[in-house]
């Protein structure tokens, strides 16, 4: 912890540093934020938010993983962004490290359509970032506004054809078979609006076991209906024939060949697929009496089948229903003399998921069924929130939720008895924040906030056979945060400091189990660190971008039954990284990044008897472009992805059962694309 302090006030030092050195006001354009759902100012937000514009997401990049663009946001950190089969893993301030697969803690919101279930997971297949105009990242609990997340929010909002007009054709390839082609097309006539979105994707992949094949469709279609009122509908489509799961190697594998498949994932041809249909309706009334109000709706179903690296019980598949709804008012009046704006809202969601498990032997022959359930969660939240303005630089915000989820398990496979279950949690979440903005574009903040974090079904998994575990509860933590965030005009010069501490009660821990993941409520963590942005445009065509954290992620009480663990670091998690992207600019489209990531050492276990060591990585991306007639341009663009040829891991799975921590990451690869707008 010494080590954190002294690199807190270092850092605290040179802000200081640049404070004393500002001599005018400055004239960057104000930038509004709406993923915390009341839409304000950023300078008068107190808490931590990161707002990613088109260049961010898309400048030279591939569109595939989420990865590309938020690796520039402190206190986020990716894994496993080569395994299709599994997802990538977000953490934010460490929440969802955890999770063997898919998204946990973190609510993710598309469209505002939640693609977090009601108990709390989440995949990120289907988000289109061919389309994406804007990705705004909450770091910090936010059960307030979103319900079931301890960890934080990432809002996407793709175009809807009012502000793109026009069609891109695009065509990438490059390196382990990688193949891409999208088309977008979007455009307004009168008060009707629309985009749509197309891409195919093919990855051969670096390992063996690896390959995946996916097309994906985003759709909008608008509506305006006269009086500040509009009519939005969505459609999304994704359809995943295949996605391979090379599974983890042990250190002696890693040694033998980086690049082949542990020898369970190619017996059995390991992988999954998957089939998902999302169509979303959405209403605004911008003038709803003195207010604003959005009634949001959205129906899902997905069928999903997915064969795990292991001999056993490793065939598994649901066809799931997921449906739910939203209504929210948005008003300002006043309070006395003091102006108040204010949310208040609803929303419920469900999900049905017809699930089933089989045997595999090891010649990877499916035998006979040992799972069929149907499991249901709803959940009914209710919430609030205000930001009061006590002076013209003074902001009070308080918010509060109540939530109620509910989880069901009915068990339809008897040979092992009735694992029929039910389990309901009543949850209340509060937050309280005050914003300082002492000049036009610098401001200070505080907050604090509880937080609950429900056991997903797959975390229910109870290793004595089928339905609940019932020793198992939710998560709770409170997180603490102060922050500064401004604009240096002289300097060109924005940054964005943030300190938090979060203390979370009956953690839940992985463990692994003959292959297999379950969890249990552990104990007590502690997570604390500073979270530094930094963007300097130091001449008219070059400009740095930096993001740093330095955190301790620890277990102030671990207990199970023959462990303890106290004191010990969190698996799965570096304290340290850094990220850094210097940016040229010339005429037209004419561009080249140097990016530099630094990864800090982390641990694979509870026990901490596993390093992993740190590294550094060295990406480049370039492009040009050129018009060819008044109407059409082309663009071109190349990319190298781990200059250096860094020896790393894509992906540490935690507590692995035969010493099977590790999924080697590629070495050096290149890709490059082409694009034609008309």
């Known amino acids: 912890m010494k080590k954190l302090t002294t690199s807190i006030c270092l850092a605290g030092c040179a802000l200081s540093g640049l404070t004393w050195a500002q001599s005018s006001e400055p004239t960057m354009a104000t930038l509004e934020v709406t993923a915390p759902r009341l839409a304000r100012e950023l300078y008068a937000t107190p808490a931590a938010v990161t707002t990613l514009e088109g260049d961010a997401i898309a400048q030279g990049q591939q569109r595939v993983r989420l990865d590309e663009s938020l690796v520039r946001v402190p206190g986020v950190f990716l894994q496993n962004r080569d395994n299709f089969a599994q997802g990538q893993r977000i953490s934010i301030r460490g929440f969802g490290a955890r999770a063997p697969f898919g998204v946990r803690g973190i609510t993710v919101m598309v469209d505002g359509i939640p693609y977090t279930l009601p108990d709390g997971q989440a995949q990120l297949d289907a988000i289109d970032l061919d389309s994406a105009e804007r990705i705004e990242v909450i770091r910090g609990p936010s059960s307030v506004l979103y319900g079931n997340a301890a960890g934080g929010v990432i809002d996407v909002t793709t175009a809807d054809g009012r502000d793109d007009p026009g069609t891109q054709v695009r065509a990438e390839a490059g390196s382990d078979g990688y193949r891409k082609t999208s088309l977008q097309t979007g455009g307004s006539n009168g008060d009707w609006s629309h985009h749509v979105s197309l891409s195919a994707l093919n990855v051969n992949g670096y390992r063996e076991q690896s390959s995946t094949e996916k097309y994906l469709l985003n759709a909008k279609l608008r509506r305006e209906l006269?009086?500040?009122?509009?009519?939005?509908?969505?459609?999304?489509?994704?359809?995943?024939?295949?996605?391979?799961?090379?599974?983890?190697?042990?250190?002696?594998?890693?040694?033998?060949?980086?690049?082949?498949?542990?020898?369970?994932?190619?017996?059995?041809?390991?992988?999954?697929?998957?089939?998902?249909?999302?169509?979303?309706?959405?209403?605004?009334?911008?003038?709803?009496?003195?207010?604003?109000?959005?009634?949001?709706?959205?129906?899902?179903?997905?069928?999903?089948?997915?064969?795990?690296?292991?001999?056993?019980?490793?065939?598994?598949?649901?066809?799931?229903?997921?449906?739910?709804?939203?209504?929210?008012?948005?008003?300002?009046?006043s309070l006395g003399s003091l102006?108040?704006?204010?949310?208040?809202?609803?929303?419920?969601?469900?999900?049905?998921?017809?699930?089933?498990?089989?045997?595999?032997?090891?010649?990877?022959?499916?035998?006979?069924?040992l799972a069929e359930e149907t499991q249901t969660a709803t959940s009914t939240g209710v919430f609030a929130q205000g930001d009061l303005?006590?002076?013209?630089?003074?902001?009070?915000?308080?918010?509060?939720?109540?939530?109620?989820v509910e989880l069901e398990v009915d068990d339809r496979y008897?040979?092992?008895?009735?694992?029929?279950?039910?389990?309901s949690f009543d949850e209340w979440s509060g937050s309280a924040g005050l914003s300082y903005r002492y000049r036009p574009q610098h401001q200070v903040y505080a907050n604090t906030g509880t937080a609950f974090e429900t056991p997903t079904f797959s975390e229910f998994a109870n290793p004595a056979g089928g339905g609940f575990n019932a020793s198992i509860e939710p998560q709770k933590a409170w997180n603490r945060e102060v922050g500064a965030r401004g604009y240096f005009a002289p300097l060109a010069l924005d940054y964005d400091l943030t300190l938090f501490s979060v203390r979370v009660r009956d953690e839940l821990v992985p463990y692994d189990d003959g292959g297999r993941t379950f969890y249990r409520n552990a104990g007590d963590t502690d997570r604390d660190g500073i979270e530094l942005a930094l963007g300097w445009q130091f001449a008219d065509k070059w400009r740095l971008d930096s993001a740093l954290t330095l955190a301790r992620y620890e277990f102030d009480r671990f207990s199970t039954p023959g462990e303890r663990f106290d004191?010990?670091?969190?698996?799965?998690?570096?304290?340290?990284?850094?990220?850094?992207?210097?940016?040229?600019?010339?005429?037209?489209?004419?561009?080249?990044?140097?990016?530099?990531?630094?990864?800090g050492d982390l641990v694979a276990d509870n026990a901490n008897e596993t390093q992993v060591d740190s590294y550094w990585l060295v990406n480049l991306r370039a492009g040009d472009g050129w018009r060819l007639t008044d109407k059409t341009r082309l663009n071109a663009y190349v990319g190298v992805r781990n200059l250096l040829d860094e020896k790393h891991y894509a992906n540490v799975r935690l507590n692995a059962s035969f010493g099977r921590f590790y999924e080697p990451a590629p070495g050096r690869s290149v890709y490059g694309g082409v694009e034609v707008s008309f």
């Open 226 to 333: 006269g009086s500040e009122r509009a009519l939005t509908a969505i459609v999304n489509l994704l359809d995943n024939p295949r996605s391979e799961d090379p599974g983890a190697l042990n250190a002696s594998e890693v040694a033998n060949g980086r690049d082949q498949a542990a020898p369970n994932a190619l017996a059995l041809d390991a992988g999954q697929n998957v089939d998902q249909q999302l169509l979303g309706l959405q209403y605004e009334d911008l003038s709803a009496g003195p207010g604003e109000f959005y009634l949001k709706g959205f129906i899902s179903q997905r069928d999903f089948e997915q064969q795990l690296p292991y001999v056993g019980d490793s065939r598994i598949g649901y066809q799931r229903d997921y449906l739910g709804a939203s209504a929210e008012y948005h008003h300002e009046v």
């Open 389 to 404: 303005s006590l002076t013209e630089q003074v902001t009070l915000s308080l918010g509060a939720r109540f939530d109620r």
């Open 339 to 369: 102006p108040l704006s204010y949310i208040a809202g609803v929303d419920v969601a469900r999900q049905d998921d017809e699930r089933f498990r089989n045997d595999v032997n090891p010649q990877g022959v499916v035998g006979e069924q």
């Open 567 to 599: 004191g010990n670091r969190i698996p799965g998690l570096p304290e340290q990284t850094w990220v850094n992207q210097l940016t040229w600019e010339g005429r037209d489209e004419r561009f080249a990044t140097l990016e530099t990531q630094y990864v």
């Open 414 to 423: 008897q040979q092992d008895g009735d694992q029929s279950g039910k389990r």
